[in-house]
Structures are given as C-alpha cells and as structure tokens.
C-alpha cells in the first residue's frame, strides 16, 4: 500500500532493447498523466548479464535488475512481469511468471509457433482462474485513432464489413547489403515480415472489425537470400561485419481472408516498399461508411458516411486529439498530436486497470494464439500453392 | 487525300453510350491539339437503330448514321472501327471488321472469355499482315502520369520491382437497392469487378511494370445476391424498376500474383469501397525507388528516389503537367490539369500516328488477350479454393 | 432559326492565342453535353492579320476569319463577340461591340483601369437596356468545387464568415533568366501578379461569400528587375532573345482586406512561390464552419462542419464529381474528373443561357470594375505605405 | 557532481498548469533518451500555494515544492528556473532569477510589453557576463521538421528567400459561447492570438530564414466582443460561470511583413479557424526551392528543390524519422514518429547542453525581444491604418 492508499503494482521488466525502451517510458509516463487505481513501481528490470541489467536500470529508470529473468520472476516485490524479449523466449518466460502468480504483459507476437501459443494461452487460462491476469502487447490498438475507429464500427456508424485492406510497409529492407539481423533468423524471430509486422495488422484488422479471420491464402517471398553477417545485433540498427549468411525468413507477405461478418479481406507485410518508414495501414468498408488509417499520420482518423447526402459526403479528416477522444483527455488541447510511444503509456493504463479490477484486458493471450494461428495458416497456403487454409 | 494533303481517315464507331461519348469527345478534340498525320473524318455512328443512331450523330458531332454495325463496317468511306459496345459484341464486330480491311478501336475488356479473346488476337495478327491495325482501349495507361511511370520504370529509376500494389475502388454498388444493369449481368458483361474495373489496373500494372503476370490466387465475392430489375438500363446510371433479379457476376475481386520479374503483387477490384469513387491506385516498389498513383488525384505521380540522402528522401508529389511530360505540350501551361476525357484524346492521337506509319500500336489485342488470361486465371483460381494457377 | 427550331446565336472570338484555345474548345465542347437553348456557331475568328486569322480558324474550328477585330463586329452574323486579347485592348473591343448591339464576353481582367473598366460597366449598363448583354471572364467560378463552395456558403452551412484566405501561387518567373513577355509590361498587362491572378481570387473571395472587400492594405514587390528580352511572346512559352529589359509590374502582391460582412481577409498573388504550377487556394472559416479549396486537386473540395459531434468532426473531402453536383449530370460517373478547360465550357452554358432567357449573366462588368476598384486599392495602398484604402 | 561525476544541475519550476505539464515531462524525460552533460535533478515546483505546489510536485515528479517563486529563486540547490506562468509575471521572476545567479528558461512570450522585455534582455546580458544564462521558450523550434528546414535554408538548398507564409490556426474561440480565460484578458495575456500563437509563427519565420523582420502592415479583429465569464481558469478548458465580460485582447491577426534578404511575407494567427486545430503552417519559397511544414502533421517536411528536372521535380513528403534527423538518432526507429512534447524534451536537452559548456543558448531573450518588437508593430500599425511601422 503507498502513502496515498493506493496498492502498490512492482513491475519487473525483462529485456531492455527497443521494446524495453519503449516499455520504460511508458511506466515513467503513465502515472503523470492519468489517475492509475495502482501505485505502480518500476522495481527491476533483467538482462542477460548483471551489468548490463544494471546499466540498463540506471537509463531506464527502474530501482533495482536482475542477472536473469528466472530471478526476476522469483523476486517477491515483483508483482506484474514485462515480456520486452525476442519471441522465441515468451512461452518459458511468460508460463513461468503465470505460474509464479505475476500477471504478465508480454510483446507481440506471443509466440514462434501455434504450439507454444496454445501452451501460453492455457497457462494464461489457468492463471486467471487464480486470479492473475495475462495481456499480449498489440500496442497499435492503442493509437487513439485505432480506438476511435473500433468505437464507430462498433456502434455500427460503418454498417457491415465488406472489405479490410490491411498493410504493414517498412523499407528497411530495400538495400541489399542492409546486415543479418536476429529479426532475420527464422530460429529467433519464428518468420519475417508476416510475424513481426504482419501480426500487428492481423490483430488491428480483427480488433476494429470486432470480427475473425476464418480463412486465408498465402504468399511469402524472400526477395535476398544472402546478407553480410551483422558484427552487432542491437535491434533495427545492426552494423554489417565479415561474411554472409543466409536470410531464412520472408521478407514479404500477402495475403487473401475472409472474416466471420461476410467481409473479404487483403492483407500485406514486407520491409521492401521503398519510401514506406512505418505505414501501417487500414482501410474498412462498410454497407453505411468507411474508415481509414495509416500510421504515418497517427493522429488522424478518415471517416466516410455514405448516409450522408452525396453532394457533401466525404471522408472526414478526424484530428484524433479532441478531449472526447480515448485517452486524449489526459494528454494536451486539441491539435496537439501524440507519438508512437503513448501507445504503450496507453497499453500501461489499461492494464493497470485491469489488474486493479480483476477484469481480463484485452488483447488476452488467446487473441495473440487467434494471430498465431493465421500466420501459421498463411505459411501453411504459402508452402501449399496458395491453397486456401481455415484457420 | 484532304485540303492540306494529308490522307484521310474515315471513323465509324459502333455504340453511343457512356464509352461513346468519350471517344466521340476524343475524336472531335484530337486534331485540334494535336498535329495529326492523318485527317480524320467523323464519317458515322451505327446504334441499335437508326432512329437513336441519328439522335447520337447529331449530339456527339458524327457525319452519318448506321442503323448496325454491319452497315457501318460496309461502309467504303469508313476506314477504323471504333468499338464502343459491351464485351458480348467485341468479337463478332472487331473481326468483321478486321476481316473488311478496317482498323480497330476496340473497349476494354477485349471480350468476354479467353476463347474470344484470342481469336481477337489471331484476327489482329492476321490483319496485321496486310497492314490493318487493331489496338484495344485500356485508355488509362494514357493519363500523363501513368505515361511518365512507366518513363520512369523504363529508365531504371525504381529499380527492380519487388511489389505492385493495384487497386480499383468505386462505390457505386454500396446502395443494397442500386437496380440490376447490364454490368451486373454475366451474359452481357462477362464478369464483373473483375472484368470491368480490375481488367485496367491488371493492364496498368503490366504495361508500367513492363512485366506479365505469371500466377495468381483468387478470391471473388458477390456480396448482394439479388437487386431490383432495372427499368432502363443506360450507363451506370440506371433507374430501379418493379421486380428483382440474381446479380451473376461478382461484386469485389482480390487476389495476389506473381510478375514476371520476381515480384509479387496484390490486386483488388470492388463496387463496394465506401468513399472511393474512382481510385485507381498503383503503387509499385523496386529496389531504388517508388513511383505511386491514384487516378482521385490523376494529374500527380509520386516518386520516392532511394538513391537520395536519407536525410532529404521523401515521396515527390510530381504534377503532371509540365510541357515535357508525356502530351502536356499540347494543353496548357504548368499546372492547369487535366480530366478524365483527356486519355481518350491522347488513345486517338496515338493510334492515328500508328495508322499513319503502319507501326503496330500499343495495347496489341494480344496485349488484352494477356489480360483476359489473368482474369480467367483469377476465376479459375477462386473456383478452386484459391489454388495457384499459372497464366 | 436552326434546323431543330433553336434560334442561332453567331459567335465572333478576337484573339486566339492561350485563352483563344480554351474559349475555342469550349464553344466546341458545350454543345456536346449540355442543352443549350440556342444553337451556338462558332462564326469567325479574328486575329492580328489575315493570314494568321485564318490559320487559328482552321486550327481552332472556327467557319471563318476576319483581319481585325472591327471587321468582326460588323459582321451581320455575329451575335456575340469573345474577347481574348491582352487587358489594353478590352475596353475599346468591348465597348464597341457593345454599342453594335453584340453581346460580349470579356476575359479578365476587365481592363488595364478603374477608368477604362468605369467605362465599359457603363457600355454595359447602357448595353442590358437594349437586351444586349455582358459578362466577364472569371472562369474559375465555374469550377464544380468553387460552385458547390458557393452553394454551401449560402445555404449558410459554415455561418457568418470571419477569414478568407486567398492565393494564388506560380512559380514560372522564379528562374531569373525567364524572358521579358507581354505579362511583365505594364502598358500591355496593367499590372503583374496582382491583376492577371490576383484577380481571379478577388473575384473567386467575393463570389464564394457573397461580400464585398471594403478596405485594404497592400504591399507589392518585384523581385527581378531586369530580364532576357522576349524572342517571341507566344503566351508562357515565350523564348529569350538578345538584350534586356525591365521588368515594369509586380511579380509578387499581397495584401490585407476587410469583407462588407466583418470577417477579415489575407491575399497572395505570386508567380515566385518555388513548386507550385498554379496553386489557386481558398479557404474561408466561418462561425459554423468552413471551406478549403486548392486548384491543384480541382475536382476536391474541402467542408468543415463545426455543428458536428467535436469526436467525429473533421474536413470532408468531398470529390466533386456526383451527379448532383455542380454541371456534373452532363459529363461522367462519378470519380471521373474534370479538367482546367471544364470551366470554359460551363462559362458558355451559362453565358449561352443567359442570352435565351434575357437575364444578365455574372459576373457582370460592373464585378469585373469591383475588382478593378480592388487591385487599384492595393497598388495605392501599396504605393503609400501599406496605407489603409476603401474600396 | 553526481555519483556518475556528472556535475549535478537543480531545476527549480514556477507554474505547474498547461505549460507546467509539458515542461516536467521533458525534464523527466531528456536524461532518458539524450546523454545529458549534466545530471539534471527535478528539485522543486513553486506554485500559489504550499497545497498547490505539494500536489503538483507529486504529480509531475519533483522532489519539493514552494509556496512563492520567491523562495524557490532563493533556494541554494537551485540552479537553473524554468518559468512557466503566464506573461505578466515574467519579467519580475526572470530578472529576480537572473539576478540571483539562477539560469532561466522562460516561457514566450517573453513579456507582455516591449519594455518589460528590454529589461529582461538586459538583465539576461549583464547575467551573461557572469556566466548565467537566459533562453525563451519558442519551442516549434524544436519539431524536428522544423530543424531540419533551417538545416535545409542555412545549407542554401532553396536559394534567396522570396516568400515567407506563416500561419498558426486555432479554432477554440468559433463557439460564441466559449468562456473568458485570462488569455482573452489584456492584463494577463498581453495580447490575443498576436501574442500568445502569432509569436510562435513569428520567431519560426525568423529562425528558419535566419533573417529578421524589418517591417509591417498590420489588423487585429476582435469577432465576439463579450463571453461568458470562466468558472475556473485552469487553462484552455475552463468552464463557463454566470455572467459576461468582455474580451479585451484580439481574436485574430493578420500581417504584411519584410525579411532583412528582401523577401516578402504574410502572417495570419486566429483562434477562428473552424476546423483547423493547431495548424502551425510555415512555408518559404526560394529562389531554387520551397520548404513547407504543417504542425497538423508534424513529423513531415515538405521539400521543393528546383534545380532538379522539371519532369520529376515535385514536392518531397520527408518523413523527419531518419537517424540522421536532428535529435532522431535517440528515439525510435525510422517511421515512429514523434509527438507535440518531444520538443520540450529537445529544449531541455539543448539548454542543458548550453550550460554546460557556457555558450549561450538560443533562443536568447534578445531574440524574445526581437519578437516582441514585432508584435508592438503590429499592433502599432493596426491601430494606425495599417500604415507601415519598421521593426
């Protein structure tokens, strides 16, 4: 209990690279701006070695680190633990803390593979009968004009699905001689462009729908096969070294669904779409409207009514910053646009909440195991002519 | 031979609709800002009768009438046919008249099956040999900014192409009560988003790309089952009458392709876009750079330069209308755009130039046939639970 | 009388150069799509000699051709005469056609003078009592978007207005060693910037709010004194020669105004704004909303509604392309835009209407002296610090 | 010295609303992201009342508080004030500070009177002589885009500057009924939108061309004369109580302008701008470019470079998330853009970097001054008819 009478919420946070940047800050964030029903502490945060854990604690702001995660997880002022680590170690790591008693956050995608998934989603199951709760980090559903976008189709503003049009294009790809990375390497990163980024618009897609995936067909490429082996890892800004390996990974995906509503659906992932930094984009259709994103203007909502008369129907561009928005009531007056990183601050809020009424949040390790599924779907028609797979 | 001693060339056109009105626009406009090698005589228009084909002389600036086609093509003064009819009668009228010594203008789709199409293409090539020409409509690779595209990609500027992303989106079959025309029909229309709309972006992305397309997987929809019988059925502009009817063609089309080049490719077709009126979207990205379109905003091509310092790299938002850029010479000074008519003009300057020097034009009929097989492909494909068929 | 029954109206076009060929392709054109209650034929065209005369009237589908322009308005057969020559000789054409009982288009500016253009809305005035009628050229109120702006702006949909916010930015003067034409002498063009495009956002300002501009503050500026003289002063186009000259108007205005309904104005003409071709922009807010124009996207317009829910509210995009939009029913579906020389032909339907009915067409000379009054205010304003003047 | 060794720098804040918020977030997150020279410590928040100030301090992360800015000033462990009040009381606490040795940041604009900021100027001079350093908080500046343009015009990528156009678009005050915050009064605020986001554009405008503005034509409007006195003042988003008070300051204000280089220039602020939220606009034509920026969307910069080929010269769209970029290289990877307070933190970031290493910081007060003389103009002028008034 802290001095105001608020529960205290110990954090520990395991991984502390691009994720647990953002991650950190978000912790830092969230309390200054909106009233969490927690006292939340960023107690210690674990890394693959004592010292840089305890660099990292010092930079990121948490009081204390941890050698290995196993210890973070057994700390006892450890209440809620933070998965910011390569997807090929969430299943352990995740059950682990589940089976500990800590509610655990864990970032996207929830697993390389259906099997962990499935394993994480009944551990997460099981937990939360004891109480203890799970959420997988889709952060872009917290961007407030994904938010916004879920509450009008939600209140039918769109009418039913017809078309979702989902894209996720990066560029960092493009160049050739651009090094191996880990997110390269099947055996760390479980796939390519489909699971890193095309799982952020599998779940945005399902999300704002309100609808499921029920069928795909696939295609993968792997555009270079070969690139110079990187001399260091650190995340997207690897610097080559000597030699060359392979790229066992696709560096695009496509993708053809249908969704439970009727709707049909085309989806697309890759790090080759020159000029494109972060354009994650979402186009729906609907019988009474559209909607439309692309995170290159995050702030901006596009909405469509075709109930309107048709000499002044139009898409309306939403400045996503009004205090009637989601989350913009604690944030600045309106115009004054957010960034990539109050998606997590918002991810944090949520969660806290949720821990502080017992009420599942949402995305829940299911969704992520729903993803998981269509990305193994999609593989599975790729490898098999494109052939359609239910998933 | 005309008064300034350049030979004449006498049109008959076959159709007077939507399509008619365009070209009709094309041919009175063509010579007068352009310097056309040949004169070109609006000679006559053939209908359904000879009463309506009297009314459409008269209103869209033709010499004569022809109560049908056969007529028309008898004609000794008629030199090129101009088929302006739905794709049910492309065959039978483009190889009478082929056969009759006539060039041919010829709208898109070429016709309705892969049967017809190539012996379209057969009867073009045979007429070739005696020196008659035949081109079919796929008027959108004459926008100036698809012009300057494919100049673009041709001289090497976006490098290989990794992705084509090909969209056509209108919205005109949103409305569950819209009536049933001809388009919705399958016996008339052969298919429908498909056919009709994604048969241009299928052309675009080809023709800019300079590439074919080798495989495809499918999906097509029909998302409203029956509508009203249409009291009359002129254009897209037709007015609901008593009673209903089965709509036999699909209403939206997807699916995802292979080029010839290595790069993959995602196609959308769809009457059900919310919002989007027209949008021809083409985006293509190679391994230097990005041209990207949409015929919303038709006078602007996009170009993203990989080459360019990061620092300063960005889409250049190029408006197409500067006196170098493909046909602009001939219209206006910088910056005062062009329409959607304008193709047409710059379809019949085109094709009378190759009249003129006997140089087979592009699109070639087995350029449309090409197209035909990809969207045979496509059904087939969707038929088949989506499998992989090559082209 | 014509063969259908509708009487004849003669059309008579002096000058043929840049807006020669818009007019002409409007007479052409209007006939095509619209109803026009009378039938309009394209009689003569005059120009500088003979021989020039007459090579416009092949080249631009005139029947005839005269040497002068006083040759043309005695011609029994003409009824109405399109004057297309530079601002310095307006007021003579005009005014003597005019008094030979010819109805007259004029394009802008109306003349060089509040004199001159005093003069001819007197000729005018005069003029309608004899059922003899006069128009001014400001063709881009004849834009679909600037008309719906109108529209909506009358129905009162954006309130009481508070701001316009006009300009009208080119840059083809930015390279310093462009040539001397016509349009940099100011005994030919009367003023630079300011009255050749200054102009049309005065009038698009008044005519979209319905207001008058009671005062201004101006500041003009000519930023290349001295340029390459002209070789020949074809339009824009016109190539360099040998020597030089001054350059004797504004290459830049700008300005400050206040509107007869109590919002304030700010207007911007310049042909050195670097990338923009001929970025006619106008936007104006008001107490319940507001517009957004900018010709570069000419089939767009922008609305603002302020009564709408402050979550959902946002600036439409409206693609002004719906049959019920502005001249729309009479060309294509929707989505299939409109170009620059669109609105030449709007301007003779309206003009060849308002000569069927008898009812004075707008903008009337004495709106073409309204704007005169206001480029003369600016140009005092400006030339006496900034001053405020009246209008 | 901190235990890293790091000299230790004590931040005392005075004023914890709007301004308060986003200061206290750059201060707690700078040492994060950015490798400070100085370990920054949040010491104390002074406000009006001990409660005020201990509930502020909690809240926003500082480790004390005080009662009075006095006794704040007066606090050994502080070395530097951040003065984030409105702008009548600037001037006491600024000089106070600068007087006692403390190093100030201060919110813009720097007073509310050409006077009060010459006497800051001057005591921020004479404290310069003794090593304590003084800058005013146009933060803009600070956007990356922004930097980058300046980048852009210092390097001469657009030549000599012809035309500077500068907007800051707001529309809070459209609603006649909105109450009376102190911003709408003239003893508070000093002046309306001239002062309190015409200041912004002001100082942009001057920043980005490295030029000064050496006169003006200016008009103030005031639309609604009287408004529902405010309950509670707290910011924008105060709440109408009973009764009406009148609105001392402007609604709007325009201006004509003249750079040191010879260019021209118009501004434009308003609080009337339906539809418009924060639309900071800033465009500059040059002689061999354009730069253009749009708050709306604040992490792109348009670029026009005229010295490329006219074919595919257009406007780049650079999204500012480069590594390269000014600041990016410690934030997020390419395409995660940044959001309104960032800028704050990059204040922080370059003050502390100031005093450090002892070289004045910019903006200095004499550049505060420079844009206060600005607005004195303006205002001058505008009570004046809009005669010219030099700067």
């Not at 039913?160 to 989902?166: D, G, K, N, P, S």
């Not at 800004?237 to 060359?244: F, L, W």
């Not at 997590?344 to 502080?356: I, K, R, S």
């Amino acid at each position: 209990m802290s001095a105001d009478g608020r529960p205290r919420l110990g954090i520990g946070m395991v991984g502390h690279s691009f994720m647990g940047a953002a991650h950190s800050q978000a912790w830092r964030t969230a309390p200054r701006f909106f009233d969490l029903p927690l006292e939340t502490e960023m107690t210690a945060v674990a890394g693959r070695t004592a010292e840089s854990a305890q660099v990292a604690a010092d930079r990121l702001g948490w009081l204390g680190s941890e050698a290995s995660w196993k210890d973070l997880v057994a700390r006892d002022d450890v209440d809620l633990v933070d998965i910011c680590t390569p997807g090929d170690t969430h299943a352990e790591i995740a059950i682990a803390a589940l089976e500990a008693g800590k509610h655990v956050l864990c970032e996207k995608p929830l697993a390389n593979s259906v099997a962990e998934a499935t394993q994480m989603a009944d551990a997460a199951d099981a937990a939360a009968e004891r109480g203890v709760l799970a959420m997988v980090g889709f952060t872009y559903r917290r961007v407030p004009a994904i938010q916004l976008a879920r509450r009008l189709v939600e209140e039918g503003r769109i009418g039913t699905v017809r078309h979702v049009r989902a894209q996720y294009l990066q560029d960092w790809l493009t160049d050739e001689e651009s090094p191996l990375t880990w997110r390269l390497d099947k055996a760390r990163a479980g796939s390519g462009a489909l699971g890193d980024i095309g799982a952020h618009v599998i779940d945005l897609a399902q999300f704002v729908t309100g609808e499921q995936i029920t069928g795909v067909s696939g295609m993968l490429e792997t555009f270079v096969a070969e690139r110079p082996l990187a001399e260091s890892s650190a995340g997207l800004s690897a610097v080559a070294g000597s030699g060359r390996g392979p790229v066992t990974v696709d560096d695009a995906a496509a993708f053809l669904a249908r969704m439970s509503g009727g709707g049909i659906a085309v989806f697309e992932a890759t790090r080759f779409a020159a000029g494109r930094k972060n354009a994650i984009r979402l186009e729906i259709n609907g019988s009474r409207g559209s909607v439309a994103f692309d995170f290159e203007d995050m702030n901006v909502l596009h909405l469509y009514d075709a109930d309107e008369d048709a000499e002044t129907a139009g898409f309306r561009r939403i400045v996503v910053t009004e205090p009637g928005h989601p989350y913009l009531a604690h944030w600045w007056p309106a115009g004054h646009g957010l960034g990539y990183e109050h998606a997590f601050t918002h991810q944090v809020v949520d969660l806290v909440g949720a821990v502080a009424t017992g009420v599942p949040p949402a995305p829940s390790f299911r969704d992520g195991l729903a993803v998981q599924k269509v990305l193994a779907a999609v593989e599975e028609s790729a490898a098999d002519g494109s052939t359609w797979r239910g998933v």
